[in-house]
């Protein structure tokens, strides 16, 4: 049976319009995850993926942050209900990979603190919202002489290049949500008192965008990173006779009659 997504404990689901809000619901613990939590990301994010009248998904903290990373409690286990009703394991690993091939954009929004894994949860979305005076951090090499290999060292380089990334990853160096925005860590840093309006205008304009368009090209860009120029042209001239775009005509014919467009997300 479907899992309710009103009995979602430890991930809120809100729906405003086109939006999805997914709060991780721990503010006891900071948001810490557990397996159960991971397990409920992954299934809401099969519910977005499943529905046409979703088209932009904002992930965020309840509480005082975003999210600390792991519980170093302890994770607990997946509540069987979830076992038949994931079509991913309930991993980092999963998650991050739901989320980079959900064909709608995706938004993390950081205010108070991202640490470890949690930050590496705000990385594998497509977009970066951080309030000026958040905290974003990865001590658990220099700090707790961790083995860190839950997506960190994939996405900083690409995102900061290899200096900035030795220095953020080896020696924990924390950055504001400022000074990560100046280094291409997140997409843009709002001041605190703008972060929940910048957050909402973010989300709207992306939902009212050509969804399956913005699907089309996180695909290319996602699958291309590692690929020669030659591969790349093989595998994305074939897309535009694969994937049909409706709100392509009606973009261009916005454009010849000079309106703004009004997309379906078809």
């Not at 076992?83 to 980092?92: G, M």
């Not at 919202?129 to 090499?141: G, K, M, S």
Request: with cysteine.
């Amino acid at each position: 049976m479907p899992i309710e997504l009103e009995d979602l404990e430890e991930v809120n689901w809100r729906q405003d319009g086109g939006v999805v809000t997914l709060s991780l619901n721990r503010p006891e613990k900071r948001n810490a995850i557990t397996m159960r939590m991971l397990g409920e990301l992954i299934y809401a994010l099969q519910c977005c993926e499943d529905s046409d009248a979703i088209r932009a998904v904002v992930i965020r903290g309840v509480g005082k942050g975003f999210c600390p990373g792991d519980d170093l409690g302890g994770m607990g286990a997946l509540p069987e209900t979830y076992l038949d009703a994931l079509r991913h394991p309930a991993t980092h690993a999963a998650l991050q990979a739901c989320l980079r091939a959900l064909p709608k954009p995706t938004i993390a929004a950081i205010h108070g603190f991202a640490f470890g894994v949690g930050l590496d949860l705000a990385m594998a979305c497509d977009f970066r919202i951080a309030a000026a005076d958040a905290q974003l951090r990865d001590q658990r090499v220099f700090g707790r002489g961790m083995h860190a290999v839950t997506g960190c060292a994939w996405f900083q380089p690409r995102a900061l290049g290899l200096t900035k990334a030795l220095e953020f990853l080896i020696l924990g160096q924390p950055y504001t949500g400022t000074r990560a925005a100046d280094v291409g860590m997140v997409t843009k840093a709002v001041p605190a008192s703008e972060f929940e309006s910048s957050v909402h205008e973010f989300a709207t304009k992306l939902a009212n965008a050509p969804t399956k368009a913005i699907g089309l090209m996180k695909k290319q860009i996602y699958e291309g990173l590692n690929m020669t120029h030659d591969e790349f042209m093989a595998f994305a001239a074939p897309l535009i006779r694969e994937v049909e775009i409706k709100d392509r005509q009606e973009g261009i014919s916005a454009f010849l009659e000079k309106r703004p467009a009004k997309f379906t997300g078809q």
